[in-house]
């Protein structure tokens, strides 16, 4: 292939550009209505941007300005030169580095900043109002989601909560099993169908006093779920563990898996079965760690793939350890 010549698309990626291509064409539209006031004023879009980051900064470098917004050094600096005419901006030397300059916005800065910021909010503020309560929040999920994607490390998960599930929850997890597990296991669509089964004998047979679905929740976007539900009158079933994997690593599966042995203790079990495969590692080691022992192992070949071995785990509880129901 001649130097410089354009690579053709392998077919697994074609269909995934064209999707990204056609979203930033949209979105790039959308936010232009949006941004439309500010580029109507005596600044452009990159100049606001920059008398953002400094409005929000006590003081400033014109490094950290350049990683922060992704910027030519050399552009960044003419810029600044023009805020400097303006007085807009100040400059000191740093007290720990003399070679070091300080930035920091002046008060005609923080004069011209305010009104662009209030427009700016209140455009953002009159899209969301257009919308119903439901796609705002699936609107953020969205944003958060994709934030996470592309900078896992510049927003890490710090927090989340474990609830109860709630309507729409069972899609989420028949959705995210299938998605998975065919990204990172090649199982195929007869897998979620399993999962769609398990959810739905779930729901429609569901005992309050003897079964739980546990939800971990971040700002409103689900990170995991578990069940555990009835199988006799002294054994309980763990079930469907799944960890989103922008959330794994925080504890989040052991946090689940403890909630389960908790419930099950309480409500009088004496004993949770949990059916996996040898290939989920990481969920073999949560269950070690909360003390489940292998008891079974057999070859089978499902969901489109060969030599898959089933495991059986189970932990059982000593009379001391339940409080009865």
């Known amino acids: 292939m001649a130097a410089g010549a354009v690579q053709p698309l392998t077919p697994p990626l074609e269909r995934p550009i064209h999707t990204v291509r056609r979203f930033n064409r949209f979105y790039t539209r959308h936010i232009g209505l949006l941004q439309e006031g500010l580029l109507q004023s005596r600044f452009s879009l990159t100049e606001v941007r920059v008398l953002y980051e400094l409005a929000h900064r006590e003081e400033s470098t014109a490094a950290e300005l350049c990683r922060e917004l992704g910027l030519d050094p050399g552009y960044l600096s003419r810029i600044l030169q023009s805020f400097e005419k303006q007085k807009l901006i100040g400059k000191t030397s740093s007290h720990r580095d003399a070679r070091q300059i300080l930035l920091s916005l ?3 800065g923080r004069k011209a900043f305010e009104p662009l910021n209030a427009r700016s909010n209140a455009e953002v503020a009159g899209m969301l109002e257009r919308l119903p309560r439901d796609s705002q929040d699936r609107l953020l999920q969205a944003m958060q989601s994709i934030e996470r994607v592309l900078s896992p490390s510049s927003r890490p998960v710090t927090a989340y909560v474990v609830r109860p599930h709630q309507p729409g929850d069972m899609g989420w997890v028949v959705h995210r ?8 296991y ?3 669509e007869r897998f979620e169908a399993l999962v769609a089964e398990i959810v739905a004998e779930f729901i429609q047979q569901f005992d309050a006093q ?11 976007e689900i990170l995991g779920s578990v069940f555990l539900v009835h199988s006799s009158k002294t054994v309980a079933k763990l079930r469907l563990l799944l960890v989103e994997p922008s959330a794994r690593g925080l504890g989040i599966g052991r946090r689940l898996v403890d909630e389960c042995v908790l419930f099950a203790k309480r409500a009088g079990y004496k004993k949770i079965v949990l059916w996996t495969q040898s290939e989920l590692v990481a969920a073999r080691h949560i269950y070690e760690r909360a003390g489940f022992c292998l008891t079974g192992k057999k070859a089978h070949q499902s969901w489109g793939r060969d030599n898959l071995i089933s495991e059986t785990w189970e932990l059982k509880f000593h009379d001391r350890d339940t409080t009865g129901r």
């Open 177 to 184: 099993h299938g998605v998975l597990y065919w990204q990172e």
């Open 106 to 108: 002046t008060s005609n």
């Open 186 to 188: 090649r199982y195929d």
């Open 210 to 220: 003897r079964e739980r679905c546990w939800i971990a929740e971040s700002d409103g």
